[in-house]
């Protein structure tokens, strides 16, 4: 499974922000390729799509039930195992709506005045802080250390939140220095440039919004946002090998199981 690009990217027809997590140094090695990759949605993929990412074993959707009624199932290679492990990503349903009635100043009053990155902000704390989100997060884990399912693919719908805070877990895990895991956090803005460009193109185009760019803080991802799912782990848990122990039950057992399937 050969990338495009040196950070893992796979460049697909029916996917934007695939991406081979393999390569990066760590202590001991790197990261071994081939073994687990974060995603956007999976659901147009082409035929060609599939051959490439022919071996895949599981495929972890964490997209909410809505997500895959609206924009469809996953399209799995052959002999992939879906698990569905639902995480609402936080209720944009304001958003939504907001967006489609097309009124400027309802508009301003949604998004505006740092209100969107205020929400993103939550919605990554709640990855840590809710009990439902968090035990998606934890079973994810459980399945990464489990050799026999590996390669793994997990994804959300645009594989930015909750696939980059799945990212940042085992990339953290297996000694990922920070710097390099908020870059990788980063970059699917580059995957997604065009796709938002267009997207923000056609909603001022069609007049549904007067200020399209106020969309960017929930398109984008920022710094503050994964920063935010560490310092919840942190303050809730006092460090991070204490929300790995205690808030997805992560021992010394499993993390070195993961460790031992990820590192070449």
């Not at 147009?44 to 909410?64: C, K, M, N, Q, W």
């Not at 990554?124 to 989100?133: H, I, L, T």
């Not at 460090?239 to 199981?257: I, K, M, R, V, Y």
Request: aromatic share 6%; charged share 30%; proline share 4%.
């Amino acid at each position: 499974m050969r990338s495009d690009d040196e950070f893992g990217f796979l460049r697909l027809d029916g996917a934007a922000n695939v991406r081979d997590l393999g390569g990066r140094p760590v202590p001991g090695g790197a990261v071994a390729a081939g073994r687990l990759l974060r995603a956007d949605a999976l659901n147009a993929l082409s035929d060609p799509d599939l051959e490439r990412l022919a071996g895949i074993r599981t495929v972890v959707d964490f997209r909410s039930d809505h997500e895959v009624a609206t924009n469809g199932a996953d399209r799995l290679p052959d002999g992939a195992e879906l698990v569905h492990l639902p995480i609402d990503g936080g209720d944009l349903e304001d958003f939504y709506k907001a967006v489609t009635a097309g009124d400027p100043l309802r508009q301003r009053e949604v998004f505006g005045g740092g209100r969107t990155e205020r929400v993103l902000v939550a919605v990554n704390r709640n990855f840590v802080a809710d009990d439902a989100q968090r035990a998606a997060f934890a079973t994810t884990l459980r399945l990464v250390a489990d050799a026999g399912r590996l390669p793994l693919v997990f994804h959300c719908t645009a594989g930015k939140d909750r696939t980059g805070w799945m990212a940042a877990i085992v990339l953290t895990i297996l000694g990922v220095p920070r710097a390099d895991i908020m870059a990788d956090y980063l970059r699917s803005n580059e995957y997604h440039r065009d796709r938002w460009k267009k997207l923000l193109d056609h909603l001022g185009r069609s007049g549904q919004m007067e200020e399209p760019e106020l969309l960017l803080p929930l398109l984008e991802q920022r710094p503050e946002y994964l920063e935010a799912a560490f310092a919840e782990a942190t303050a809730r848990y006092g460090s991070f090998a204490g929300f790995l122990a205690d808030g997805l039950g992560a021992d010394e057992e499993l993390l070195a199981a993961v460790r031992a399937g990820l590192t070449a």
